[in-house]
């Protein structure tokens, strides 16, 4: 059984040097809460109808190159892979997580890398995914220039992101990990993206169907109670309650609002100068 660590608020972070050992004991809730077909080993509440409806809009095609910034175990990614039949490449700054990944590729033409971000790795790529992870990064800003960086004129950045004011001082103190959870304003976001050189393509709202997976995911871990706190331990099993419950009524409420987003590098411009109005509704 492996414990994890308390924050001095008393809530517990997941341990991921112990990346193996969480991911056996949450597969069988995880596969469980999603519906048939939805569940490709990710570790977040988007369902693989989301995750390709993403990639659709964003243009992945075979013929593309594919980065994915912070990939996990390579749950996402490798449903990418398989279904576009794209030249793909995940980064992940877990090395348990990439060993996972690189196990789970088998003959797939793919790669996983130790990477920790941002920066970027050196080259260029056609789309660039950043998929549950930007919420982690505080200063949004630097990894929207890697980004930039990294693609063509015309190439696309496809992500989601938690949209919403900053954490209170309370907030902050009941949610597990809180030095990975900022959310961010909307038209913070979109000054961002703008003085980037990015201009929004497509976005989706995927606050009710990620707030439902939340429950489902909740109710999942509360009924295979016994089996997962006997290998991450009590306290560990109580923070993912704990925050898949806060999640759904975050998203529930309106507190936060879950987008996924296309986002293209328009030609014509460099980083800094405005390019223009975009509309997110």
Known sequence: MTEAPRHDSGVVALNHDARETYDRALRQAREAAFARDEFVGQESFM???????????????????????????????????????????????????????????GDLDCRFDVHKVPPLPIGRYDIVVLLETLLAFENKDGLLRAAYDALPAGGRFAFTVEVGRSLSAAERNLMPEPDT???????????QLDSVGFQVTWQEDCSATHAAMARRLYDEFVADADDIVQQIGRTAHDSLLTSHRLWA?????????????????????RPNQPAGPTVVS
Do not use: N, Q
């Not at 996924?260 to 328009?266: G, I, L, P, S």
């Open 249 to 269: 009524d975050w998203l529930e409420t309106g507190r936060v609002r879950k987008l996924a987003v296309v986002a293209a590098k328009v030609p014509e411009l």
């Open 181 to 191: 959870v900022w959310p961010v304003p909307m038209v913070e976001l979109l000054s």
């Open 47 to 105: 369902p693989a109808s989301d995750i390709l409806r993403l990639a659709e809009h964003a243009g992945i095609t075979a013929h593309s190159t594919v980065l994915d910034v912070c990939c996990g175990v390579g749950g996402p990614g490798l449903l990418l892979a398989r279904r576009f039949g794209c030249r793909y490449h995940g980064i992940d700054a877990s090395a348990a997580a990439v060993r996972i990944a690189r196990a789970r590729a």
